[in-house]
């Protein structure tokens, strides 16, 4: 399996705050049969500002120490990049890491009420760079929860994908979040399930459960997901058309 999604660099967010927890949660993930985790530090979120370089330096730190420890887990760059209003700019300027440093797709977190007018126009700025947006656990958006017609025009005016956290679709961050996962799911209003990990307590690298509570419910859907995952970390383009045919 792959993991687009995890706050494993240590001391770089809010995630891992070293290396022992780090190496804690790549243990943890290969137990769990995910063999790639694309590293997403918070980036431009207010409170983190950990730029490309940053990001490509932390993760090939990171992969030597798996290497020296023999943890069998490929680590990508990338980051979990808050919508601001320099989003454009740094992302032409590669201030900003998208997903496995491909230039194709990035991971895209909203805000979590209302997400800003001008979204739509971002959306079509980052087409006319050749760059899909993925957007980081859209269930845990307000708005989104009460209006997925919005997510659903998203997708098809703009070709914008959604990523699911596991924890929603287990029913460990709450029914109320698992229920709009689901939905999300049964209505193909998301593309990918990701772990969102930050530590190995409340928010473990953990897909197993997440592909079996999907795979129970379409497991045609849940295996399109771990494909689409695949394209996804290596850049490959068109993705959602492909897997809508």
């Not at 887990?73 to 998208?98: A, K």
Request: charged share 25%; hydrophobic share 40%; aromatic share 6%.
């Amino acid at each position: 399996m792959i993991d687009l999604h995890c706050h494993i660099l240590p001391g770089l967010d809010d995630g891992a705050r070293d290396d022992e927890m780090a190496l804690g949660m790549a243990w943890a993930a290969v137990h769990e049969g995910i063999t790639d985790i694309v590293a997403t530090p918070h980036t431009e979120d207010g409170v983190y500002r950990n730029s490309a370089k940053k990001v490509r330096a932390a993760v090939e730190r990171l992969q030597q120490l798996f290497l020296e420890k023999q943890v069998p887990l490929r680590l990508h760059p990338g980051s979990e990049v808050h919508v601001h209003p320099e989003l454009l700019d740094h992302l032409q300027s590669g201030q900003v890491m998208t997903i496995g440093d491909a230039g194709r797709y990035l991971l895209l977190e909203l805000p979590m009420t209302n997400p800003p007018r001008v979204m739509e126009r971002i959306f079509a700025d980052l087409a006319g760079l050749g760059i899909t947006p993925v957007l980081a656990h859209p269930e845990r958006n307000e708005v989104l929860q009460e209006h997925p017609e919005r997510l659903a025009a998203w997708i098809a005016e703009y070709g914008v994908l959604a990523q699911l956290t596991a924890g929603s679709v287990t029913g460990q961050m709450g029914k109320k979040l698992q229920s709009t996962a689901l939905s999300f799911y049964q209505n193909r209003l998301a593309h990918i399930v990701a772990s969102d990990a930050h530590d190995l307590k409340r928010r473990r690298p953990e897909l197993r459960a997440a592909y079996l509570k999907l795979a129970s419910l379409d497991l045609e859907e849940a295996a399109r997901y771990r494909e689409q995952a695949e394209l996804i970390l290596f850049g490959v383009s068109d993705v959602w058309r492909q897997l809508q045919c």
